[in-house]
Each structure stands twice: as structure tokens, then as C-alpha cells.
């Protein structure tokens, strides 16, 4: 039997760097760490991250940037570890990284920069890898969870679920972590791809798909009353929609229900944007489509002729714009700065970048991610119900949350 003071399952993200935390934090106690992963090939998602170059954070990061269904839970954990702690730790390392648009932070070389340096971290915390090995049991008594695994069976005091989301199931992904919160009593909020590219029936989609491929900024909104505008670029693809502005959307739509897109290029309502257009248009002589050419210059003139040939009834692109009156300029209007589409479904877990749902925040300690269920059990990263938006959100989520399980653990009651 192989005793360990600490034993993170999943060496990602978030497991990697607690088991680094808590190794270094305990140096001088004489404290065994083990971290256990399944996977051949160590931390493939952060080496598939942002292209490739890891999204590591964001200059700045709130509980408004994740949702969840207890959106405050996230702040604790958020305050107590921000992007300037791990940002000190990237230099510490040496490691090259520059700035995206909104803060984006990114490795100048590639995400294998990030691998090392929290392989390195746990090297230096004496951390025992277990890999690849798997847990096929776990229980708990007398203070100790007992773990049988292909590696043997294992003891420990404290036990760190950091198995992340289902995204990408070929590199790994399981939903071992949700099922081991259930075994202990922990509610789960449903799951479901986030982040992801929405898809329409093939019927509905048939106009669009000789636009896949063309891509523009636009404001973007899910369906959810929560869900906020979102001032991305829009890609058009053979099965539906995509780009920063229909992943942000994602993470805030319900299935059945609409997405909003304001096509407009500037941010205004559709009655803003009929009285603009129709003050521009009055006394002019041009031809509708014409006219909206230069109104909406932005467009490719792939999507321009597309939309005139779907959305206006026959012969209506050819009106003279000053003939328009207000309901007409107000159907235009509305169907550029508010074209609103139901998706029927999503590209599933193979192209999400996240997960969202998962282990109830309700049963876990803000401060610590303790469970409030079972004495020595934490989890963090993404198996818990905070996900974050497109932009090093999510990894922020797992250096923060790992460093507060790491905390907890090495002062229990502080
Ligand atoms: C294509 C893609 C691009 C992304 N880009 C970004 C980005 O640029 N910026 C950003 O912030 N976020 C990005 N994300 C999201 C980010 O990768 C995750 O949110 C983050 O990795 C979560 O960290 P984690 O440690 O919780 O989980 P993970 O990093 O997924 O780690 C979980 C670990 O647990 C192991 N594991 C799973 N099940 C078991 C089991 N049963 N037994 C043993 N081990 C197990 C896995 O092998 C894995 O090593 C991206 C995601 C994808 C899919």
C-alpha cells in the first residue's frame, strides 16, 4: 500500500499545479505528494490550447467573466490568486509571452513552455507522478480515502479531483470526476458543451453554405436572460456558425431557443439603426442594393449578395430607397442588427474548448474548494460548475482554484 499525505487525480491544469503548491508549501513536513493521470502523453490540453500557444490568462479576470449557476462562488478563489500571480510565476521561468486583443495573454514559443514549467514546479515540490495509471475504486473511513488503482492501492489524507471536462474525449477526457462526486453525495449541475460551434438543420442551412469561410466582427448574444453581448467575429461554416462571437454565445445558449447576432458593425437597436438608415436614404434616387452595399461596407460581398437573395422579398433589392417608408426600414433594420436563428444543436464534446455544469458549487467551500460533504476531498478546475469564456479564462480558473485547494489543505481552519 503506497500512502500519500496529498493524492491529486489528473495531472492538467489544475492538478499539476496543486500538487506543485502543496508539495512546495509542505516542504520541511515530511509530506508525500502523488499526482495520477491516465493519459500516455502528459497535459495535452494545455499543449492543443490556443492554437497551440496557450491562452494562459487574462490581464483581467472576475466572477462576470464565468458562468455558473452561483456566479459569486468563483470570486474567492478568483481574488486570492489572480493573473499577476501566475504571470510572475511565467517570468520566473523565463518563459516568452505577449498580449492578444482584451488582455489575452499567450506563450510566444508554444504551450510545451507551459508543460515544462509545471513539470519543473513539480519536481521541485518532490511530487510523485503515478502515470499513466488509473483508479478503479475509492473509499473512505477513518479520516483516509483508500484508492484502488492499476498503480496498486493507495492511501491518502487528502484526495484533489482535477479530471477536468468532457471536451475532447480522444485525448482523455472522462467523466470520472463527476461520477466520484455523485459516489460521496455531491449534487452535479447538468452538463453540456461550451465554447463550441452551433449547427443548423441541413434544410435552414442550405443559403448559407456557400458562405463558409467568410468571417466578420459582429455583437453577439446567447439566449439566456443572463447572457451578455459579446463583441467578437463571426465565422460561417458548412454546418452552421463559429468564431470568437459564437463560442461566447455558446456558454449562454439553451437548446430551442434563439442566439442574437447585430450584423450592423456598430452597436445600436434596430430602431436606432431604421432612423439612421432612413435619414441617410431620404431624397436619394439609389437602388436598395446598392445603397446597402455602402451601408454596409464591412461585409463581405459574399454574405451582401447572399442576404439580398434570401432575406428580401422578390424585386425588393431593386426599390429606390427613398420610395422606403418607416415599418420597411424597421424589417431591414432588424434583420441586420438583430438577426435572431435558432440552432438546432451544437458540434458536441469533439470540438468544445469546455465543459459547463459539473460538481454543484453549493457543496463546496469558496475559499478552499473543500467539499463540504466528505472531510480531506477537494476539487477543482473544470470538473466543478464555473466556466469560464473564451479568452485564458478557463486555465485562470484552474491555476486559481488549484492554489486555493493547495492553501486549504496546507492551513485547514485559516
Ligand atoms: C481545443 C481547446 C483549446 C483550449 N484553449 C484554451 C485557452 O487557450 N485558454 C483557456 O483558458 N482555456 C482553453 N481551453 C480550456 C482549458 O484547456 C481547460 O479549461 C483546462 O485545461 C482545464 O484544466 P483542468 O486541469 O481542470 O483539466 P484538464 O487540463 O483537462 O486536465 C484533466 C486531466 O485529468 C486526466 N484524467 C481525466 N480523467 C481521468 C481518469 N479517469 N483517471 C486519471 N486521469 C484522468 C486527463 O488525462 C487530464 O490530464 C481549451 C480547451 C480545448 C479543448
Not at 469558496?366 to 466528505?374: D, M, N
Request: with cysteine; charged share 15%; glycine share 10%.
Amino acid at each position: 500500500m503506497r500512502t500519500f499525505d496529498v493524492l491529486v487525480i489528473g495531472a492538467g491544469a489544475a492538478g499539476m499545479h496543486c500538487a506543485a503548491q502543496v508539495g512546495q508549501g509542505a516542504a520541511g513536513r515530511g509530506w508525500r505528494v502523488g499526482l495520477l493521470d491516465h493519459a500516455e502523453k502528459l497535459a495535452e490540453k494545455i499543449r492543443i490550447s490556443g492554437g497551440g500557444r496557450c491562452n494562459f490568462t487574462n490581464r483581467t479576470v472576475g466572477p462576470d467573466n464565468f458562468v455558473s449557476a452561483d456566479p459569486a462562488f468563483a470570486r474567492m478563489a478568483l481574488k486570492a490568486y489572480t493573473p499577476n500571480h501566475f504571470i510572475a510565476l511565467v517570468r520566473k521561468h523565463h518563459i516568452p509571452f505577449h498580449e492578444k486583443h482584451k488582455g489575452q495573454l499567450f506563450c510566444d514559443r508554444s504551450s510545451e513552455d507551459l508543460i515544462a514549467m509545471l513539470q519543473r514546479e513539480c519536481q521541485d515540490a518532490g511530487v510523485q507522478w503515478l502515470k499513466p495509471h488509473s483508479v478503479t475504486a475509492v473509499q473512505w473511513a477513518d479520516g483516509c480515502f483508500r484508492l484502488d488503482s492499476t498503480a496498486g492501492p493507495l492511501q491518502a489524507r487528502h484526495l484533489v479531483v482535477a479530471t477536468g471536462g468532457l471536451p475532447v474525449p480522444k485525448i482523455g477526457a472522462t467523466d470520472w470526476g463527476l461520477h466520484l462526486a455523485k459516489q460521496f453525495g455531491h449534487r452535479l449541475i447538468d452538463t453540456r458543451p461550451a465554447l463550441v460551434p452551433l449547427t443548423f438543420d441541413a434544410a435552414h442551412w442550405a443559403p448559407f453554405v456557400e458562405l463558409a469561410g467568410v468571417s466578420l466582427p459582429v455583437h453577439s448574444r446567447g439566449s439566456e436572460p443572463a447572457a451578455p453581448w459579446f463583441d467578437e467575429d463571426l465565422l460561417f461554416t458548412h454546418r452552421g456558425l463559429s468564431g470568437p462571437a459564437v463560442l461566447q454565445a455558446s456558454s449562454y445558449w439553451s437548446p430551442g431557443q434563439p442566439i442574437s447576432l447585430n450584423l450592423a458593425g456598430q452597436d445600436v437597436s434596430p430602431t436606432e439603426l431604421a432612423a439612421q438608415w432612413a435619414g441617410l436614404a431620404s431624397g436619394s434616387r439609389a437602388q436598395l442594393d446598392n445603397w446597402m452595399a455602402q451601408q454596409l461596407a464591412h461585409w463581405p460581398r459574399r454574405l451582401l449578395n447572399t442576404w439580398l437573395n434570401t432575406s428580401l422579398p422578390e424585386g425588393f433589392a431593386q426599390r429606390r430607397v427613398a420610395e422606403l417608408g418607416k415599418k420597411h426600414w424597421l424589417a431591414l433594420a432588424e434583420q441586420v442588427a438583430q438577426w435572431q436563428l435558432v440552432p438546432t444543436g451544437t458540434e458536441g464534446y469533439r470540438k468544445a474548448e469546455v465543459m459547463r455544469g459539473g460538481v454543484a458549487t453549493a457543496d463546496l467551500n469558496p475559499k478552499t474548494l473543500a467539499s463540504r460533504k466528505v472531510p480531506g476531498l477537494y476539487f477543482i478546475g473544470e470538473v466543478v460548475d464555473v466556466t469560464g469564456w473564451l479568452g485564458g479564462y478557463n486555465f485562470q480558473w484552474a491555476w486559481a482554484s488549484a492554489v486555493a485547494a493547495a492553501r486549504g489543505i496546507l492551513a485547514p481552519g485559516a
